[in-house]
């Protein structure tokens, strides 16, 4: 996979009139894959609904993944838990989003 989104539409699950009155978030993802780094890239727009959360706890798995990361990143910060399983090729890591833009990097592989 070289590029790959999605988005995320959420609203309080009430209000019939969410998305004339913009009472909304409309979460999108974005994914680019190149020989150096997975990098992902969340965004929201909309104006968010009563009681919304103001941050969200982010599980990520990637499948597929073949070797242990050089380092991940989450806005420039390092995230310096996660776990790597050689047996499944997964890796999996926790963040949380402050519902603002923000950017995951996955740097590519430990040299062996």
Wanted: hydrophobic share 30%; no cysteine; glycine share 4%.
């Amino acid at each position: 996979m070289q590029h790959s989104q999605g988005k995320m539409y959420e609203d309080d699950g009430l209000s019939s009139n969410a998305i004339k009155d913009k009472a909304y978030t409309l979460m999108s993802f974005n994914a680019k894959n190149n020989r150096q780094a997975l990098t992902f890239s969340l965004k929201t727009t909309g104006n968010g609904y009563v009681d919304m959360p103001e941050k969200r706890a982010l599980k990520i798995t990637i499948h597929n993944w073949s070797k242990q990361p050089n380092s991940i990143e989450a806005n420039g910060q390092k995230i310096a838990e996660y776990n790597w399983d050689k047996a499944n090729n997964t890796l999996t890591f926790d963040t949380s989003w402050q519902m603002q833009a923000m950017t995951i990097k996955i740097n590519k592989y430990k040299k062996d």
